[in-house]
């Protein structure tokens, strides 16, 4: 347990002083556990298959990260942040709703392309299964996605009002069907890939508001 503390406080000490070298492995560390985590799942990674990979012992990567939900965390930190604050931005902004639900679906494959793999492992994880959901971290994570799936539903709603979107299917199967679409791609895509961003964007409002408008 002393071991552990001491450890404990050493992580503390280089995080606190924010070295480049320090902090550039760090990054590294995190960017191998999400990469395993999208490929293998992440409860079936451990922290020792971080290390094989990463080319360190295990009390190497103890000397970074306090464990295996801490490179989770760490991975998806912040990765909803900038998703909700534009998206909350496209509900007030000054466009019909086509627009807005198309300038939606643009910001998650951009996010998704930007963030990867990052994106990918917050998608396709079961939190209840990565975290205690009475922690004040998943609750963060739990809200953002709240306010997410809310400004998504304002648009959709907006535009069946409006007379732009057909109101014979339920607004909630509509953003779930788009939410659907645009996730999958953590399944298929990658950055560099057959298809751009741009390409993919471009199909997915295609497919999805062909068949939502009037």
């Not at 490179?71 to 807005?100: C, H, M, P, S």
């Not at 953003?175 to 999958?184: E, L, M, S």
Request: hydrophobic share 40%; with cysteine.
């Amino acid at each position: 347990m002393a071991q552990k503390s001491g450890i404990s406080r050493r992580r503390a000490a280089a995080l606190s002083d924010g070295g480049a070298e320090y902090a550039a492995k760090r990054n590294e560390l995190i960017r191998v556990a999400a990469n395993l985590f999208k490929d293998r799942g992440y409860r079936s990674t451990s922290l020792n298959d971080v290390a094989q990979v990463a080319g360190l012992d295990r009390a190497t990567v103890y000397y970074y990260v306090g464990s295996k939900e801490e490179l989770f965390r760490e991975a998806v930190q912040g990765l909803l942040d900038d998703n909700v604050t534009r998206a909350e931005q496209l509900v007030r902004a000054k466009l019909d709703a086509r627009e807005k639900l198309e300038k939606l679906i643009e910001l998650l494959v951009f996010s998704y392309d930007k963030n990867y793999p990052y994106a990918q492992v917050y998608i396709q994880q079961d939190m209840q299964k990565v975290a205690d959901a009475t922690t004040s971290w998943a609750k963060e994570m739990s809200l953002q996605t709240h306010r997410f799936e809310k400004a998504v539903l304002s648009i959709i709603q907006e535009g069946v009002r409006n007379g732009a979107f057909r109101a014979d299917v339920p607004v909630d199967l509509i953003a779930n069907t788009i939410f659907g679409v645009v996730n999958w791609t953590h399944r298929w895509y990658k950055p560099g890939g057959k298809h751009t961003p741009q390409a993919v964007a471009g199909g997915f409002c295609k497919l999805v508001l062909d068949g939502l408008c009037k």
